[in-house]
């Protein structure tokens, strides 16, 4: 797989995008035997349309159809179908595309490259790109680079990415940066006073572990992401029914997703103080499982009842949050694959995310439209509070009914970050069901771009 561009060279393919309303310039303007093949080919400019053009010794151009706006606003990505479907060669843009829509159609094609290979020889797709001019290619293929890193943790499954292999990971990507790291382990967890970890992953053969690296200057803004790394989740002892495990490999998509971020971050050089915390877990089910109603202490104090052993990732993100909150960070982000209810509600493709700041939730709307990353405000619905208080403990960790179950989890979260202004907590989905252009089918890195561009802009500040 490739996640670079091409080396410029003069001898590169030329591709034209062409949009529907732009054909009829395209007939004036190209070489007769070039509108005569498109015509004879039946290609019109549809959106998704790739044609290539020979030539007496190979390929002379090859045009992309652009569709309409109507067609090209619906999903992004588009430029995606030209990096699988061209044959193998170097090509580069030659017209039809500017700016932003030139930089987003290098980046889809980029993350289009994407292979799982791991347990199964697979060719990539072949075609590759020259940088287009103008854009920050060095910059793209570092998010393409943390996207791809993203999408293999959460493809690799559960008997090869358990909590130790997600260990292993996470202290490689701090050692390629220079970052320290440290991992909280087993018992070590109870004495350091992470006790909501360990219930929740002591059932299983890895013993659970609280992962923490920081990075970066002291005296930049300090960015906390912590992220769900639940390995994998049978549901405890509130099993899953086997429809519903089917694609729990992915319940460490959080701790995936700000993996890749931090590698973007690293990467690009921005100035802030990293600070990456993961709760590495699997929800397995054994005599020493926690239960169903069993209380638990949190790390901040909070008693915690358990009504549903499958509500584990808000009970590991809650000693993480804790302890993130400890420090007073000037930007908290959490990312989780927390609640089934957040794709009944929105969906596979846009991640609901749930912040008090306003200004905050603009500038995450505002990015996650720019780099085609989609995200929607949710809200922490004050009056929904009663429902995560029981009788017997301060919190429920799975409030009967399941009445807007992703904001309740939202709401547990926040009970835990107490001194953070700035909190953003993204129930991202980790996944996609079906590829489209720039996503393959399986792992995917939801959230990490549009939280790049905010975190990019809040240190120039
Ligand atoms: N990891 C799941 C959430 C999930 C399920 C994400 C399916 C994506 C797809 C989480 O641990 C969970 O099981 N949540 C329960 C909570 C409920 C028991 C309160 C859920 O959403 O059903
Ligand atoms: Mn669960
Ligand atoms: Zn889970």
Redesign the pocket.
């Known amino acids: 797989m490739s996640a670079q561009f091409a080396a410029p060279t003069d001898a590169a393919i030329p591709i034209d995008v062409i949009a529907s309303d732009q054909f009829e310039t395209f007939e004036q303007q190209a070489a007769p035997e070039t509108v005569a093949w498109a015509k004879a080919n039946g290609f019109t400019g549809k959106l998704g349309q790739v044609l290539c053009v020979p030539s007496g010794s190979g390929i002379s151009r090859a045009l992309v159809g652009w569709g309409t706006e109507k067609t090209r606003t619906r999903d992004r990505l588009h430029f995606g179908y030209a990096a699988v479907k061209l044959p193998e060669g170097v090509y580069a843009i030659a017209s039809g595309l500017e700016d932003d829509a030139l930089n987003e159609a290098a980046l889809a094609w980029l993350l289009s490259g994407y292979v799982f290979d791991r347990y199964k020889k697979k060719s990539a797709p072949k075609a590759r790109l020259v940088a287009p001019q103008g854009v920050d290619a060095a910059r793209i293929e570092a998010i393409v680079a943390g996207d791809f890193l993203t999408r293999d943790l959460i493809n690799i499954p559960a008997s090869d990415m358990g909590p130790e292999a997600l260990e292993a990971a996470f202290l490689k990507v701090a050692q390629e940066h220079g970052a320290t790291a440290q991992a909280i382990c087993g018992d070590d967890l109870l004495a350091q006073n992470f006790p909501m970890v360990h219930a929740v992953g002591r059932a299983s053969d890895q013993a659970p572990r609280l992962l923490d690296m920081v990075w970066g200057d002291d005296t930049a803004p300090k960015i906390t992401l912590v992220g769900k790394g639940?390995c994998f989740?049978t549901?405890g002892l509130n099993i899953k029914p086997g429809a519903?495990m089917g694609?729990?490999k992915k319940?460490m998509g959080g701790a995936a997703t700000v993996l890749g971020l931090a590698h973007m971050i690293m990467t690009l050089g921005i100035r802030v103080r990293l600070r990456v915390i993961v709760p590495a877990v699997e929800n397995s089910i054994s005599a020493g499982a926690f239960r169903p109603q069993d209380v638990l202490t949190s790390r901040k104090g909070l008693t915690v009842e358990i009504n549903?052993t499958?509500?584990?990732?808000r009970l590991v993100l809650a000693d993480a949050l804790a302890l993130a909150d400890e420090e007073t960070p000037d930007l908290l982000v959490c990312k989780a694959?927390?609640?089934?209810?957040a794709?009944v509600a929105l969906g596979p493709d846009v991640m609901p995310y749930y912040t008090d700041d306003d200004t905050l939730a603009a500038e995450i709307a505002t990015a996650g439209a720019a780099v085609a990353d989609p995200l929607w405000r949710m809200p922490f619905w004050e009056a929904y509070e009663g429902m995560i208080e029981p009788d017997v403990a301060d919190l429920d960790n799975?409030p009967a009914g399941?009445f807007a179950?992703s904001i309740t989890a939202a709401l547990f979260l926040r009970r835990f970050v107490e001194n953070t202004a700035n909190f953003v907590h993204l129930d991202i989905?980790g996944w996609t069901p079906s590829a489209k252009p720039g996503r393959t089918k399986g792992g995917a890195c939801m959230s990490a771009r549009a939280m790049l561009e905010v975190i990019e802009a809040r240190a120039a500040k």
């Open positions: 639940v989740d549901g519903s694609l729990m319940d549903n499958d509500a584990e990732g694959t927390l609640t089934g209810a794709r799975a399941g179950g989905y």
